[in-house]
T-cell receptor, first 113, second 116 residues
Framework: AQSVTQLGSHVSVSEGALVLLRCNYS??????LFWYVQYPNQGLQLLLK??????LVKGINGFEAEFKKSETSFHLTKPSAHMSDAAEYFC???????????FGAGTILRVKS | DTEVTQTPKHLVMGMTNKKSLKCEQH?????MYWYKQKAKKPPELMFVYSYEKLSINESVPSRFSPECPNSSLLNLHLHALQPEDSALYLC???????????????FGPGTRLTVL
C-alpha cells in the first residue's frame, strides 16, 4: 500500500523566510502526489500536484515542490513566507486509479511577524 | 467553477436525533466522497460514490447512511450518533472513478458536527 510521511507536525518560520515542508512517500509504482492546504475551519484546497510531466511543480500562492525519485520525496517550498500562509498542509498520494487519496499526518505552519 | 458546496455549515444534534448533511457540485464530476476529519488529524475516507453507485465503504458504522440521488448531489444521513462522531465532515468530488490518478479531488468547506 502507498503511504506518505510528513516530517514535522509543526513548522515555524519568520515572515519573509523560506518555507520548507517535508513529504516522503512510499509507493511500488510511479506515484501521483498532491499538496493540499487547509485554513482553520475550512475544506482542503489543492496547492499543486505531481503528474510525472515535470519534476519541479509550480502551484498557487508562490508554492512549488520538487519530485525526487531517488529520495522518494516531494517537499513543498516557498521562497518567502507570508502571514497568510499560516495553515495546515497535507501531502497525499493517490492509490490505484487515483480514486483514493492517502494523506500524511499534516504539518501546521506558523508564520511569525 | 471548481466549487463544492456543503450545508449546513454547523450542526448540533443529540444522540437520538436524525439529521442529514448535504453536498452539491455542478462540475459534471461523477465520483463523490465523504470524509471525516477529527481535530489535528488528516481526513479519513468514509464513502465513495461512482456514477451514483456506492463503490467504497470504509467499514463505516451503519449509523452513517450515504445517499446519492443524482450526479450532482450527495447526502449523508445521520442517526443515533455518538459524541465521538463529532468532527468536520468533508465532501469532495472528482471527474470520475475510472479517470487517471492525477485527477484532482475538489473539497467542500465541510460541516462541523457536534453530537451532544
Amino acid at each position: 500500500a502507498q503511504s506518505v510521511t510528513q516530517l514535522g507536525s509543526h513548522v515555524s518560520v519568520s515572515e519573509g523566510a523560506l518555507v520548507l515542508l517535508r513529504c516522503n512517500y512510499s509507493s511500488s509504482v510511479p506515484p501521483y502526489l498532491f499538496w493540499y492546504v487547509q485554513y482553520p475551519n475550512q475544506g482542503l484546497q489543492l496547492l499543486l500536484k505531481y503528474t510525472s510531466a515535470a519534476t519541479l511543480v509550480k502551484g498557487i500562492n508562490g508554492f512549488e515542490a520538487e519530485f525526487k525519485k531517488s529520495e522518494t520525496s516531494f517537499h513543498l517550498t516557498k521562497p518567502s513566507a507570508h502571514m497568510s500562509d499560516a495553515a495546515e498542509y497535507f501531502c497525499a498520494v493517490s492509490e490505484g486509479n487515483g480514486n483514493k487519496l492517502v494523506f500524511g499526518a499534516g504539518t501546521i505552519l506558523r508564520v511569525k511577524s | 467553477d471548481t466549487e463544492v458546496t456543503q450545508t449546513p455549515k454547523h450542526l448540533v444534534m443529540g444522540m437520538t436525533n436524525k439529521k442529514s448533511l448535504k453536498c452539491e457540485q455542478h462540475m459534471g464530476h461523477r465520483a463523490m466522497y465523504w470524509y471525516k476529519q477529527k481535530a489535528k488529524k488528516p481526513p479519513e475516507l468514509m464513502f465513495v460514490y461512482s456514477y451514483e453507485k456506492l463503490s467504497i465503504n470504509e467499514s463505516v458504522p451503519s449509523r452513517f447512511s450515504p445517499e446519492c440521488p443524482n450526479s450532482s448531489l450527495l447526502n449523508l444521513h445521520l442517526h443515533a450518533l455518538q459524541p465521538e462522531d463529532s468532527a468536520l465532515y468533508l465532501c469532495a468530488s472528482r471527474r470520475g472513478e475510472r479517470e487517471y490518478g492525477t485527477d484532482t479531488q475538489y473539497f467542500g468547506p465541510g460541516t462541523r458536527l457536534t453530537v451532544l
